[in-house]
């Protein structure tokens, strides 16, 4: 399958459910990290589910609605983009992240996520995309900001805190097909003024 270079060394391709292994290590490193941020059914604890996750992201892929690319530093799984939806009918998806902590703070997911965008606007005609987080997590809205995103607005108390918590509260960002490409157009104005 393809690769994609993001950096010198790191690299974008898919997340298949044959790199459960690889995938399970991962989560090992990253699951208290990321555990707040994402769906439980996504932090796998043993093969089985890491399998199953793999394939359940497989499977939308095979159907066109949804997939998932995995983000290697130096050979080593860090993280991941991923089309947590995605209907070209409609001409809407919604995209989503997740990272190691030691992979943090080197544009490794706006990056990647560029590179899916490019794809679901050029290639597929998707004409919104949205990315949903929870409110608290920083580091994710800074994701949006930076590729773009406006803010729609926020979904409040969506789903149960982990622990018990309280409740979640959900922000809804999105880009528009002509805005992913007026600012594709600006920064390649950009990069020649350079």
Known sequence: MFTLPLTEDAV???L??????????HLDRAREHIRPWVGPSFVATDLDSARAVLQRHA???????????GVWDRGTLVGGVLFVSFDATLGLCEAGCWLEPAAEGRGLVSRAVTHLLDWAVHERGIQRVEWRCNARNGRSIAV???????????????????????RVDMEVWSVLADEWRARAASEVVEHRVQ
């Not at 298949?16 to 290590?25: G, K, S, T, Y």
């Open 12 to 14: 974008l391709r898919p």
């Open 16 to 25: 298949e459910p044959w790199r459960a292994e690889e995938f399970l290590a």
């Open 59 to 69: 499977d939308r892929w095979a159907h066109d609605a949804g997939g998932i690319w």
């Open 144 to 166: 949006a900001r930076r590729l773009g995103f406006s803010l729609d607005g926020t979904l409040r108390s969506v789903y149960p805190a982990p622990a018990g918590e309280g």
